[in-house]
């Protein structure tokens, strides 16, 4: 079994047929994306985690859905969501 591998904020997504001069840091990212860099089979599968709370909620700009890169870096962190800190289930098992 390999290792699991390390994503960071800064992350470049190099599709097949551009050039690595024109990948830009991402910043927002689309179903497809998010589920390639996740390694996930499907993108209902994101969708579905994003509804249990296993993912940020994501963004609607210019009617597509995109979710903000640095927040699935900090949920998969442990940072998880500001809502979080006002559940007293989830302060309890953190012991706060």
Same mark, same amino acid.
Do not use: F, N
């Given at each position: #079994?390999? /290792?699991?591998?390390?994503? /960071?904020?800064?992350?470049?997504?190099?599709?097949?047929?551009r050039r690595a =001069?024109?990948v830009r840091l991402? =910043?927002?990212?689309?179903?497809?994306?998010?589920?390639?860099?996740?390694?996930?089979?499907?993108?209902?599968?994101?969708?579905? @985690? /994003?509804? @249990?709370?296993?993912?940020?909620?994501?963004?609607? #700009?210019?009617?597509?859905? @995109?979710?903000?890169?640095?927040?699935?870096?900090? #949920? #998969?962190?442990?940072?998880?969501?500001? =809502?979080? =800190?006002?559940?007293?289930?989830?302060?309890?098992?953190?012991?706060?």
């Amino acid at each position: #079994m390999s /290792a699991p591998r390390a994503i /960071a904020p800064d992350v470049q997504l190099v599709r097949p047929g551009r050039r690595a =001069e024109d990948v830009r840091l991402l =910043e927002y990212v689309s179903a497809a994306t998010l589920c390639d860099l996740l390694d996930l089979r499907s993108e209902s599968t994101i969708y579905d @985690r /994003a509804k @249990r709370g296993l993912l940020p909620k994501p963004y609607t #700009m210019s009617g597509l859905t @995109r979710w903000k890169w640095s927040e699935v870096v900090a #949920m #998969m962190e442990g940072a998880g969501t500001p =809502e979080d =800190e006002d559940d007293p289930i989830l302060k309890a098992s953190r012991g706060r």
